[in-house]
């Protein structure tokens, strides 16, 4: 079993900061690329920012030069780093992952979310 915990959603006032966190954990082997996606009420799921393994990075234009998306290889973890927001920046946040694993039998490679922690940008 895969699993991927978030952390650091909440209320914050436009301009503000808020540091997203997430864990990966289970019999992972290699986990290629993590990444942020938000959804807000009514709207698709999207990408916010990406890291591959190697750390080149992917921003969607939303989001440049305001969100930062950095790795930790050695513990499993993404942080995104959100700066300078914005009430449009309002929407549940989901961590995604990209990983090879143990199923118990062979390796197999999937892809696997968080459960999704929410961020208002409000005043």
């Known amino acids: 079993q895969v699993q991927l915990v978030e952390s650091g959603g909440g209320l914050v006032q436009p301009g503000g900061s808020l540091r997203l966190s997430c864990a990966a954990s289970?019999?992972?082997?290699?986990?290629?690329?993590m990444g942020w996606y938000r959804q807000a009420p009514g709207k698709q799921r999207d990408l916010v920012a990406a890291?591959?393994?190697?750390?080149?990075?992917n921003y969607a234009d939303s989001v440049k030069g305001r969100f930062t998306i950095s790795r930790d290889n050695a513990k499993n973890t993404v942080t995104l780093q959100m700066n300078s927001l914005k009430p449009e920046d309002t929407a549940v946040y989901y961590c995604?992952?990209?990983?090879?694993?143990?199923?118990?039998?062979?390796?197999?490679?999937?892809?696997?979310w968080g459960q999704g922690t929410q961020v208002t940008v409000s005043s």
């Open positions: 995604n992952s990209n990983l090879q694993y143990w199923s118990g039998r062979y390796y197999s490679t999937g892809d696997y």
């Open positions: 289970g019999s992972i082997r290699v986990i290629n690329t």
């Open positions: 890291i591959s393994s190697g750390g080149i990075t």
